[in-house]
């Protein structure tokens, strides 16, 4: 009996992540399908398991010889490579057309929290660098308030030599912070590729007009490089929901 339990429980988990592997591809493609224009040649291509979809339908672009993609980070890099697009940089390109990145969280301004993949600056500097920037995301991330999934708050990126003095300070500000650990944990924090330290910050829910002005008191700690808080920066929201279809926010 507990045989068959265990066989129903793996097939109701197999059906969910089936589920919102779907949404995700049909909220990236609808994303690219509706915003990619032909006047578009230089495109930002976040991070995260969403985007993977992006690369996929803008490598099946007729044009895409014509194309050169800004990764937000080594994962990205080789979605583009993989999907045989030209690899750019911001360094080469100060900006872009259009931006696609996924999102651990978004409200009901489009305001989002990122970073789950610790690549929260790259993917801050490739958003502000574009023209339009659209969020991908299944519904699971469709919060409407900030600070309300299973996340664990907002990543931020600290230099090094300033996480105690961080972690005390977003204590003082009323949040639940930890830097953020490799696997196994005993391997130490996390390294991002600009050689930081990730803090986790939980803020409890943030009401989407308070984000900013929350944002912003953490943005003058010294030694915090940049937070996960994407305020006021996506023009666009596709979310891929359950039943099949997308909600596009704007
Ligand atoms: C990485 C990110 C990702 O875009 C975010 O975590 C969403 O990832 P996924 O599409 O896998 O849910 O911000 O730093």
Known sequence: KSELKTELLQLERQK?????????????????????KPNHKVIGI????????????????????????????????????????KLGSLEEFASIDIAFDGADEVDSQLNCIKGGGACLLQEKLVADSADNFIIVADYRKNTGILGKSW?????????????????????????????RSGLPAKAGPVITDNGNFIIDCDFSQVEASKVKELNDKIKAMVGVVETGYFVGMAQKAYIGNADGTVSTLK
């Open 16 to 36: 969910m992540a089936d589920l919102i592997e779907k949404s995700k591809k049909l909220a990236a493609y609808s994303a690219v399908d509706e915003n990619l």
């Open 46 to 85: 976040g991070s995260g398991s969403t985007v993977v979809y992006v690369a996929e339908r803008v490598g099946q672009q007729s044009n895409k010889s014509e194309l050169v993609c800004i990764p937000t980070g080594f994962q990205s890099k080789q979605l583009i490579i993989d999907n045989g697009l």
């Open 151 to 179: 996340t664990k708050g907002v990543p931020l990126e600290v230099v090094p030599a300033a996480y105690n003095k961080i972690l005390k300070q977003l204590t003082e500000l009323g949040g639940k912070a930890q830097v």
